[in-house]
T-cell receptor, first 111, second 116 residues
Protein backbone atom coordinates (compact mmCIF):
# COMPACT_ATOMS: atom_id res chain seq x y z
CA UNK A 1 0.00 0.00 0.00
CA UNK A 2 1.53 3.23 -1.16
CA UNK A 3 1.60 5.74 1.68
CA UNK A 4 2.23 8.72 -0.58
CA UNK A 5 0.17 9.20 -3.74
CA UNK A 6 1.66 11.36 -6.49
CA UNK A 7 0.15 12.88 -9.61
CA UNK A 8 0.37 13.34 -12.51
CA UNK A 9 2.45 10.45 -13.82
CA UNK A 10 3.93 12.71 -16.46
CA UNK A 11 3.62 16.23 -17.74
CA UNK A 12 4.88 18.32 -20.59
CA UNK A 13 5.45 22.04 -20.19
CA UNK A 14 6.79 24.74 -22.44
CA UNK A 15 9.99 26.52 -21.56
CA UNK A 16 9.17 29.33 -19.16
CA UNK A 17 5.97 27.68 -17.99
CA UNK A 18 5.00 26.36 -14.57
CA UNK A 19 5.15 22.68 -13.64
CA UNK A 20 2.94 21.53 -10.77
CA UNK A 21 3.14 18.12 -9.11
CA UNK A 22 0.84 17.05 -6.32
CA UNK A 23 1.19 14.55 -3.50
CA UNK A 24 -1.16 13.31 -0.80
CA UNK A 25 -0.47 11.28 2.30
CA UNK A 26 -2.42 9.53 5.05
CA UNK A 27 0.01 9.07 7.93
CA UNK A 28 -0.35 12.09 10.21
CA UNK A 29 2.89 11.13 11.94
CA UNK A 30 4.87 12.22 8.89
CA UNK A 31 7.00 15.24 9.72
CA UNK A 32 9.36 15.55 6.78
CA UNK A 33 8.32 16.06 3.17
CA UNK A 34 11.13 16.19 0.61
CA UNK A 35 11.12 16.38 -3.14
CA UNK A 36 13.81 14.61 -5.13
CA UNK A 37 14.95 15.12 -8.69
CA UNK A 38 16.35 12.16 -10.57
CA UNK A 39 18.08 12.02 -13.92
CA UNK A 40 18.43 8.72 -15.82
CA UNK A 41 21.14 6.51 -14.36
CA UNK A 42 21.64 8.72 -11.32
CA UNK A 43 20.57 8.54 -7.72
CA UNK A 44 17.85 10.93 -6.50
CA UNK A 45 19.04 14.36 -5.41
CA UNK A 46 17.26 16.43 -2.81
CA UNK A 47 15.58 19.41 -4.41
CA UNK A 48 13.70 20.99 -1.55
CA UNK A 49 12.04 19.80 1.65
CA UNK A 50 9.47 21.11 4.10
CA UNK A 51 8.41 20.32 7.63
CA UNK A 52 4.78 20.70 8.80
CA UNK A 53 5.33 23.86 10.81
CA UNK A 54 5.32 25.98 7.63
CA UNK A 55 2.87 26.14 4.74
CA UNK A 56 5.26 27.18 2.00
CA UNK A 57 8.96 27.08 1.25
CA UNK A 58 10.69 28.60 -1.73
CA UNK A 59 14.17 27.99 -3.04
CA UNK A 60 14.94 29.71 -6.28
CA UNK A 61 12.45 28.56 -8.92
CA UNK A 62 11.17 25.70 -6.74
CA UNK A 63 8.35 26.09 -4.22
CA UNK A 64 6.68 23.58 -1.92
CA UNK A 65 3.14 24.30 -0.79
CA UNK A 66 1.98 22.31 2.22
CA UNK A 67 -1.60 21.86 3.43
CA UNK A 68 -1.56 20.00 6.72
CA UNK A 69 -5.33 19.79 7.14
CA UNK A 70 -5.77 18.33 3.66
CA UNK A 71 -2.68 16.16 4.02
CA UNK A 72 -1.39 17.36 0.68
CA UNK A 73 1.75 19.00 -0.59
CA UNK A 74 2.85 20.13 -4.00
CA UNK A 75 5.91 21.19 -5.95
CA UNK A 76 5.82 24.19 -8.25
CA UNK A 77 8.61 24.71 -10.75
CA UNK A 78 8.53 28.27 -12.03
CA UNK A 79 10.06 29.37 -15.32
CA UNK A 80 10.66 25.75 -16.30
CA UNK A 81 13.85 25.13 -18.27
CA UNK A 82 14.89 22.20 -20.51
CA UNK A 83 17.45 21.25 -17.84
CA UNK A 84 14.55 20.63 -15.45
CA UNK A 85 13.46 17.66 -17.57
CA UNK A 86 13.75 14.80 -15.10
CA UNK A 87 11.71 12.53 -12.87
CA UNK A 88 10.50 14.06 -9.63
CA UNK A 89 9.57 12.09 -6.53
CA UNK A 90 7.78 13.32 -3.47
CA UNK A 91 8.39 11.47 -0.22
CA UNK A 92 7.50 11.56 3.45
CA UNK A 93 8.85 10.20 6.70
CA UNK A 94 8.55 10.56 10.46
CA UNK A 95 11.52 11.02 12.77
CA UNK A 96 14.41 9.71 10.68
CA UNK A 97 12.64 6.52 9.83
CA UNK A 98 12.38 5.15 6.33
CA UNK A 99 11.10 7.35 3.53
CA UNK A 100 7.90 6.55 1.71
CA UNK A 101 8.13 7.58 -1.93
CA UNK A 102 5.49 8.66 -4.39
CA UNK A 103 5.31 6.93 -7.77
CA UNK A 104 7.18 9.70 -9.55
CA UNK A 105 6.38 12.30 -12.21
CA UNK A 106 8.30 12.58 -15.44
CA UNK A 107 8.59 16.22 -16.45
CA UNK A 108 9.47 17.17 -19.99
CA UNK A 109 10.22 20.81 -20.74
CA UNK A 110 9.90 21.69 -24.41
CA UNK A 111 12.15 24.42 -25.74
CA UNK B 1 27.27 18.47 3.37
CA UNK B 2 26.82 14.79 4.05
CA UNK B 3 28.01 12.53 1.22
CA UNK B 4 27.40 8.84 0.59
CA UNK B 5 29.79 7.27 -1.88
CA UNK B 6 28.41 4.21 -3.68
CA UNK B 7 30.48 1.75 -5.73
CA UNK B 8 30.48 0.41 -8.29
CA UNK B 9 28.32 2.68 -10.42
CA UNK B 10 27.63 -0.16 -12.81
CA UNK B 11 28.40 -3.86 -12.95
CA UNK B 12 27.72 -6.72 -15.32
CA UNK B 13 27.87 -10.23 -13.96
CA UNK B 14 27.04 -13.74 -15.07
CA UNK B 15 24.06 -15.65 -13.76
CA UNK B 16 24.89 -17.55 -10.61
CA UNK B 17 27.66 -15.26 -9.45
CA UNK B 18 27.58 -12.80 -6.55
CA UNK B 19 28.00 -9.06 -6.65
CA UNK B 20 28.87 -6.72 -3.79
CA UNK B 21 27.81 -3.10 -3.67
CA UNK B 22 29.41 -0.71 -1.17
CA UNK B 23 28.12 2.48 0.35
CA UNK B 24 30.39 4.66 2.45
CA UNK B 25 29.46 7.74 4.41
CA UNK B 26 32.34 10.12 3.82
CA UNK B 27 31.93 12.88 6.36
CA UNK B 28 29.43 11.58 8.86
CA UNK B 29 28.63 8.43 10.75
CA UNK B 30 25.80 6.42 9.25
CA UNK B 31 24.38 4.20 11.94
CA UNK B 32 21.53 3.36 9.59
CA UNK B 33 21.53 2.67 5.85
CA UNK B 34 18.49 2.13 3.67
CA UNK B 35 18.80 0.00 0.54
CA UNK B 36 16.46 0.56 -2.37
CA UNK B 37 15.86 -1.11 -5.69
CA UNK B 38 14.46 0.77 -8.65
CA UNK B 39 13.20 -0.80 -11.85
CA UNK B 40 12.95 1.30 -15.05
CA UNK B 41 10.31 4.00 -14.91
CA UNK B 42 9.32 3.01 -11.39
CA UNK B 43 9.73 4.46 -7.95
CA UNK B 44 12.28 3.48 -5.34
CA UNK B 45 11.26 0.40 -3.40
CA UNK B 46 12.81 -0.12 0.01
CA UNK B 47 14.47 -3.51 0.28
CA UNK B 48 16.01 -3.41 3.72
CA UNK B 49 17.32 -1.28 6.54
CA UNK B 50 20.75 -1.95 7.97
CA UNK B 51 21.94 -0.82 11.37
CA UNK B 52 25.55 -0.80 12.45
CA UNK B 53 26.36 -3.82 14.55
CA UNK B 54 23.03 -5.58 14.20
CA UNK B 55 21.06 -7.64 11.71
CA UNK B 56 19.36 -5.93 8.83
CA UNK B 57 15.59 -5.61 8.68
CA UNK B 58 14.11 -6.74 5.37
CA UNK B 59 10.88 -5.55 3.80
CA UNK B 60 8.16 -8.06 3.07
CA UNK B 61 8.91 -10.14 0.00
CA UNK B 62 12.67 -9.48 -0.03
CA UNK B 63 14.77 -12.62 0.31
CA UNK B 64 17.31 -12.05 3.06
CA UNK B 65 19.44 -15.00 1.96
CA UNK B 66 19.69 -13.58 -1.53
CA UNK B 67 20.36 -9.97 -0.61
CA UNK B 68 22.97 -10.06 2.13
CA UNK B 69 23.47 -6.80 3.96
CA UNK B 70 26.38 -6.06 6.24
CA UNK B 71 26.85 -2.89 8.26
CA UNK B 72 30.12 -3.60 10.00
CA UNK B 73 31.16 -0.04 10.73
CA UNK B 74 29.68 3.43 11.12
CA UNK B 75 30.87 4.39 7.65
CA UNK B 76 30.36 1.28 5.54
CA UNK B 77 27.34 -0.77 4.54
CA UNK B 78 27.39 -3.43 1.84
CA UNK B 79 24.75 -5.24 -0.18
CA UNK B 80 25.68 -8.55 -1.74
CA UNK B 81 23.41 -10.02 -4.39
CA UNK B 82 24.05 -13.74 -4.20
CA UNK B 83 23.48 -16.22 -7.02
CA UNK B 84 22.34 -13.39 -9.24
CA UNK B 85 19.75 -14.01 -11.95
CA UNK B 86 18.63 -11.79 -14.83
CA UNK B 87 15.53 -10.75 -12.88
CA UNK B 88 17.86 -9.18 -10.29
CA UNK B 89 19.00 -6.70 -12.91
CA UNK B 90 18.02 -3.32 -11.53
CA UNK B 91 19.26 -0.02 -10.14
CA UNK B 92 20.30 -0.31 -6.49
CA UNK B 93 20.54 2.81 -4.34
CA UNK B 94 21.61 3.33 -0.74
CA UNK B 95 20.59 6.17 1.53
CA UNK B 96 21.60 7.26 4.99
CA UNK B 97 19.64 9.53 7.31
CA UNK B 98 21.52 12.45 8.77
CA UNK B 99 20.57 12.68 12.42
CA UNK B 100 19.39 15.64 14.39
CA UNK B 101 16.38 17.87 14.70
CA UNK B 102 16.64 18.93 11.09
CA UNK B 103 17.25 15.44 9.81
CA UNK B 104 17.36 14.53 6.14
CA UNK B 105 18.57 11.75 3.90
CA UNK B 106 21.65 11.46 1.72
CA UNK B 107 21.55 9.14 -1.28
CA UNK B 108 24.31 7.30 -3.06
CA UNK B 109 24.65 7.69 -6.80
CA UNK B 110 23.28 4.21 -7.47
CA UNK B 111 24.57 0.97 -8.97
CA UNK B 112 23.25 -0.37 -12.25
CA UNK B 113 23.39 -4.18 -12.05
CA UNK B 114 23.00 -6.21 -15.22
CA UNK B 115 22.95 -9.99 -14.91
CA UNK B 116 23.57 -11.87 -18.14
Amino acid sequence: QQQVKQSPQSLIVQKGGISIINCAYENTAFDYFPWYQQFPGKGPALLIAIRPDVSEKKEGRFTISFNKSAKQFSLHIMDSQPGDSATYFCAASHSDYKLSFGAGTTVTVRA
Amino acid sequence: GAVVSQHPSWVICKSGTSVKIECRSLDFQATTMFWYRQFPKQSLMLMATSNEGSKATYEQGVEKDKFLINHASLTLSTLTVTSAHPEDSSFYICSAPTKGANYGYTFGSGTRLTVV
